[in-house]
């Protein structure tokens, strides 16, 4: 007989972030606006270079880079970021210690082990609206619910809302489902939205009332790519109202360096979970690539790291300068609106009078034609609520790339009026 | 109140490999014959400096290599891997299409993803006795259960009990359960053991024959760290009685290499169950390290990889003989068996009258206290039935420390008999 293996059920499901990379890869003559790529000129190449000589001249190439590493990763590593961590958010050495951190393939990973070492099937997980599609993916492939939170004008998370739907959980007697709280605080996927430090705080003061364990897991992936300053807002780790809550920070090295190297990293505050993810993580891959992550610790200790990122940010802050610009006036007298981020590598665009944006739309298909890809907002809200946004990067085109694409963004948009004139 | 993840389950449970790495990598004065490390010397330091040249050299370190990727993996690597898989089986190109092939985060991953994507809780997985261990923490991880194969004398599998496992499982309305078949082919990990063409053609027409689908999973690790001459039997991927079973093959080409670059690929014959992994691991990390993987394509195109593996050949040969006749007649005198392996890292050891080897066992205490670290063979066995039996690797030490960690083990060996005689 001819066996198939039909019966994958929900894991079969299409991933959106790998199908539309895979397409944006695959189309050389599409403009993709759509993938988080970084800035493909910038990279560090000369950078890499080096560090490889310097490692190999060293002596240190061979059994503490090309073998085998410890799960957890490298302990010098480790000791850099705990220490970039503890200057970022002034906290002494005693209040975080580098035990409680450890490295993963991206910061992707930690959110993977985080809802699986924490979450059942049917479980429930807070999100922002809207929030990292990619985690709602993971979400969904748990079985675990995408909860969102009520949101503020501002892009706020609306506390008073909020304490109500705990309450209204809790009085159904199903609090203890709430597993955990999924905050973008930094410039945020997709949004650019920053999350207050007194917002931040009153989250942590509402969660440490509740009669059960709530766990915050703060996504601070862009927090560095700011373009001039960083936003002025303290993570959980530093904050009063988040001593007694489970807590993990999670950010990554790559993004604002190299990301075909692909390291992230993560403070976890409570050692249960911590434990649980590492065991995971041991079964998963026992540990991220060990040469990888010697190389952006060479670039940390080097600081290479911090001279190529703050060349970085004026670098994005043009690219996104560029796509705003050229947008620009056309596309806001179509209707059009959106906010000029201060970090990040997104525009995050609301359509005309709530019009469709969603990948099977007339939008979506005009701007195809048009031969520009977006990502539909809709991804980013839990149950694709809002259908009249779009997540625009400027992260891997280059300036004349970003222009063009506007141009023909704009294009279809303009298509789009006159076809609903018509 | 103070919020505790107390409840995290199953998933707390600690992981064996991460702890015995983590303990060897923690113990300067220990010898550990236990990680299943590679050889730190011969590490291929001055290949990778090299190539990291010549990529930079070539224009090719940014986009290319420093960018994310594909999730699938590269393009060029993935086809050099389809063509290498097609030599090594000859296969022909018709029958084996690289768009059916992966890159993952070591073969590691791989085995991961195709138990997620495969098992619910509650599921059996067939297995070896013995088996690679960390792929019976990934069953246990999941909740799914590993069933063991009956053996026979030589090590391979009794086909005749295999049949009559699988009858019993169909008469009790069971065998939908029963998702897949591990098989660690070639210089198992910890047996050293390979399974013949003529058994594995059987084990493929009884699958066959079966009324639900069974997967089969080839673990072909260390297939190309053969000594001498490979082992002669193709995989199950040349096999005809294969040709209607879903199928998955997995190898790495970094423990034969460089491991602190962690690339394992596989390729699977089931277009569901391949997109249902490539999904899954789309969340976990969208895609292994591209640099890490564009090194290995470069050390395969350029002839570096099998080099530096032929090299390794010799190597790995006589350190496996040292360690061989370092324990030598001092330990078979002792009543001690074991079998000279063609290929691997492993040695795999019987105890005298059964004399317990596991981790709280007197022998084990012994041998920490002479200084030498091994593996508890129960760990090997689902359900730990077999406490008679260590795995010694032979991979990292040198060739003096091999010597000095043999008189070590052979020290507690002959403590253990005089306090038994005593």
């Known amino acids: 007989m001819q066996a198939k293996l039909s019966d994958l059920g929900m894991r079969q499901r299409p991933s959106d972030i790998t199908r539309l990379m895979t397409f944006a890869l695959e189309q050389p003559n599409m403009l993709s606006l759509a993938a988080g790529f970084t800035d493909n000129e910038s990279l560090p190449i000369e950078d890499v270079r080096e560090i490889v000589e310097e490692i190999a001249d060293s002596g240190a190439m061979g059994k503490t880079t090309l073998q085998y590493g410890a799960n957890k990763g490298r302990d010098r590593l480790r000791s850099l970021l705990a220490k970039r961590i503890r200057s970022f958010d002034t906290i002494d050495e005693s209040h975080l210690d580098e035990k409680n951190l450890f490295i993963s393939n991206g910061s992707q990973q930690a959110l993977y ?31 675990v619910n995408a909860l969102a939170m009520p949101m503020r004008e501002d892009g706020e998370i609306d506390l008073a809302g909020l304490e109500r739907l705990l309450s209204q959980f809790e009085s159904e007697g199903n609090l203890d489902k709430v597993k955990a709280l999924y905050l973008v605080s930094y410039f ?27 766990a915050v897991i703060e996504d601070a992936a862009y927090r560095e790519l700011y373009y001039e300053n960083p936003f002025d807002s303290r993570s959980g780790l530093a904050l009063e109202s ?42 998963q891959d026992f540990g991220t690539a060990n040469f990888a992550q010697a190389i952006v610790e060479h670039a940390l200790a080097s600081g290479r790291f911090d001279a ?37 590598l997104y525009l995050w665009l609301k359509s005309p009078n709530g019009m ?67």
Chains 1, 2 share one sequence.
């Open 356 to 422: 469709r944006t969603d990948g099977e739309s007339p939008f979506h298909s005009s701007c195809i034609e048009n031969g520009v890809f977006y990502v539909p907002g809709n991804l980013c809200f839990p149950g694709n609520e809002d259908r009249s946004r779009i997540r625009l990067s400027f992260g891997s085109l280059n300036l004349e790339d970003i222009r063009e694409a506007a141009l023909r963004f704009v294009a279809a948009a303009a298509s789009m009026t006159d076809s609903a004139i018509a």
């Open 188 to 214: 945020s996927n997709p949004s650019g939205h920053c999350v207050s430090e007194k917002v931040k705080s009153d989250i942590g003061s509402l969660l440490s009332r509740q009669k059960e364990p709530i």
């Open 308 to 344: 190529h990122l703050n060349s970085l940010r004026g670098l994005y802050k043009s690219k996104m300068l560029t796509l705003h610009e050229s947008l620009g006036e056309s596309l806001k007298s179509l209707g059009w609106k959106w906010e000029e981020p201060a970090g990040g």
């Open 242 to 283: 988040f001593n007694h809550l489970p807590v993990l920070y999670t950010s990554t090295l790559t993004k604002p360096y190299a990301s075909g190297l692909k390291v992230g990293y993560s403070y976890c505050s409570d050692t249960n979970w911590l434990n649980s993810m590492l065991n995971v993580k041991g079964q």
């Open 113 to 143: 082990l985080a809802i699986q070492t924490l979450c059942d099937p049917g479980d429930f997980v807070l999100v922002e609206q809207p929030t990292y599609f990619v985690f709602l993916e993971i979400l969904q492939g748990f079985g």
